[in-house]
């Protein structure tokens, strides 16, 4: 790296300082350009979106002529397979990242939106306007299309984005980036609306998370690790994911024709997901008429079950579970157990051990079915539904930036209103205060 | 301190290892009583609010008395006058407490509110349900009127909280605080809902704003050091307020009767408070016609001017303006004045030198306005009124727990709404993913 001005997709190895020069420029860039995005009109963002739709199919020989040098890097290094799976682009999956920005496109524009506006006794009147956040800095490991993805909610949210994926798709990444740069360019907006960081050195990232002067959130995509190490260290706010440690009660008064569709789907559905559930709670006094049934079906599924020792009582084939099965997110064909008394139990035992993400009851109760949804402190609580529904698309926002897990700004599946915020705005008349 | 079981309430000198153990026994009684506030029908909320302005009304003496302890320190350690004002309770103070209080009672329950429930093609309806925070860590100065707005807020809005005022107001707090417990205990609601930090050593301030665990969010109240130390160490995420650099724009398209009497309240209705008018732009085409008579008003109320060259050529009493007097909150008689050349210079003045707290157009025309309003990055914006009015009660909000300059979560002022989150519901028929 040669100094601050270097294209952002450049590609070299560099010293600590020039790291630091090097992100202040994206970060300046990105600052100016997101005063341009913010103002920007909805036919220019939907235009450089289709665009980049475009560029992303004319290009796509390209794109996994690109792709190809990371896969085979990583073969070199060994990566385990899943991850070379994700790494992979296929006509398929760029297919997949022509249509996801198709989809944004068509969503309507968040941006400048107002709400609310009450007159005042003053004689104001008051309400709010949706705004973007401003930048938004993505951070996520192998899947390149994540690329096409955040960039896309990124523009239609009038935000400017730094990303920075994975250094094992740093090709893949660039040539996805030139046809960001290009659908952008077309539509008249700055292609520093959309940079990628041009470095794989790991101190970008720590650079990145503190520059809050330049960026003004941070979503990290990513395994669990990452995501500790990002919250831990940023000083910029992260909207982030953490476990999906999700939950299905099976109450008494439950329909169980619909109980057991749920509880299948929610688990085996499939494994490696944050929404799957990873323990069912079951009320006692329908124990036996429900779980030896169901748990055929999860054995005969290759689910392996640890219970407690009420439901190893009804099933031979489940092992102990212990205090820790109930901490843990398996994202594998396993599934813990538990049997409680009453609604009340379920509740207590999903506030303790959740990780606030996705719980689902089923009952055909009313009461039962409101308390639920009113005490369960989760993003997403559902009634009679399966929790794999904690979706951004299934809920209807479109796509998703990610699911959050904290508490504030935005909880649950993060759509394009994720990435705004709302300002006051007032209108007068020559008021002043007396 | 003897160990962690001690009431809060008990004020002793301890180790370091003490305040840890001590305000996890604080954190872990707050997260208890939070799911127990989360639950809390709007009846018992308020009457414990009703209950608690009774006790204040009638304890008035004691906490007067107990006041004076902490005014005869104050004096004894020659604290300036100005803080010994914040610190002093006074009938009126006290009356005021006790209304604030009845107002937040007569505020609407914003806790369980359901909004947006719209039918998916998947057949499952979603939508959001209002959810308080959980528990809020408020961190204030010598004002201990804000041990009971505080506490009156965070109750309505279904959380629980910690309170951790000014070391020079603890008898005060402490006396507050026993009211609010008993207001709380009448109502049948937990007294752990309301705590006031027992000990003044300041490493209980660290041990608050890092405890993820069991505190949600944390919201200062008080001077700019403050505020910045506490954004820098806190691990838990901050709603906070910096500076107040708040600007008015007089285009030359501005009513002038308009803009002379937005221009005055603005500055000069009072200096020190955080919505103040530090920076006054005025467009070249009508600064000629209206400096001069706007600047021998400010001259004749005592305030001091400073300008760039073109300003200071229409007022010779004005001095100059430095670069640094662009960025400064002055808090006093102080204002600034810059003379542009039209809305665009307004707009990258304010965008480059204000806090993003609020600011103003002083301006008839329709165009002009709107570009403002959209293209100014601040938690309030304005068209033809005072900078003034950027503040809870008169936006409508009923009380406000702060003035929000971040982007995430809240801007601008913060009511009750500004202390919850929403969480989705879902509510199905047995249904799952396909």
Chains 1, 2 share one sequence.
């Not at 350009?33 to 475009?54: C, F, G, P, V, W």
């Amino acid at each position: 790296m040669r100094n601050a001005k270097m294209r952002p997709t450049d590609i070299q190895t560099s010293t600590m300082n020039d790291i630091k020069e090097y992100m202040k420029g994206v970060g300046q860039a990105a600052r100016a350009a997101s005063r341009t995005m913010a103002m920007a009109d909805s036919n220019a963002k939907n235009h450089a979106l289709e665009n980049i739709a475009n560029a992303i199919l004319l290009n796509s020989a390209k794109l996994i002529a690109e792709n190809a040098k990371d896969v085979a890097k990583a073969k070199l290094e060994e990566l385990d397979a899943a991850s070379i799976d994700r790494l992979t682009l296929t006509e398929k999956t760029i297919n997949g990242m022509a249509e996801g920005l198709l989809q944004i496109a068509a969503l309507p524009d968040p941006i400048g939106e107002i709400s609310d506006m009450k007159y005042r006794p003053s004689g104001i009147q008051v309400g709010k306007m949706r705004v973007p956040l401003g930048v938004i800095g993505i951070i996520y490991e192998s899947r390149p299309n994540v690329t096409a993805d955040a960039a896309g909610l990124c523009l239609k949210s009038g935000n400017a984005c730094i990303l920075r994926g994975g250094s094992e798709a740093i090709h893949s990444n660039q040539a996805i980036a030139a046809c960001v740069h290009q659908g952008l360019r077309e539509a008249g907006l700055p292609e520093t609306a959309v940079q990628v960081v041009g470095t794989t050195d790991r101190a970008a990232v720590g650079e990145l998370i503190t520059m809050k002067d330049y960026v003004d959130v941070i979503v990290p995509r990513g395994g669990k690790s990452l995501i500790a190490r990002i919250s831990s260290d940023a000083k910029v706010p992260v909207i982030k994911h953490l476990d999906g440690i999700c939950h299905v009660y099976i109450d008494d008064e439950a329909d169980l024709s619909k109980a057991v569709r749920i509880a299948i789907n929610a688990k085996t559905h499939r494994y490696g997901v944050c929404n799957a559930m990873e323990t069912l709670l079951v009320n006692a006094n329908i124990a036996e008429k429900v779980l030896p049934e169901l748990c055929k079906t999860y054995l005969d599924k290759g689910v392996e079950l640890r219970g407690d020792d009420a439901a190893r009582k009804l099933v031979a084939q489940m092992s102990a579970a212990t205090e820790e099965d109930w901490h843990t997110e398996y994202l594998a064909p396993i599934l813990s157990v538990r049997i409680v008394a009453n609604v009340d139990e379920a509740i207590d035992h999903i506030n303790t051990y959740s990780s606030q993400h996705t719980d689902s009851i089923v009952t055909e109760n009313y009461s039962k079915a409101m308390r639920f949804l009113r005490e369960v402190d989760s993003a997403s609580v559902m009634v009679n539904a399966s929790t794999r529904f904690a979706d951004g698309f299934e809920y209807g926002l479109g796509a998703e930036i990610g699911i959050s897990t904290d508490k504030i700004h935005a909880r649950g599946p993060v759509g394009l209103e994720g990435l705004t915020s709302q300002k006051y705005i007032v209108l007068g008349n020559g008021q002043i205060r007396i």
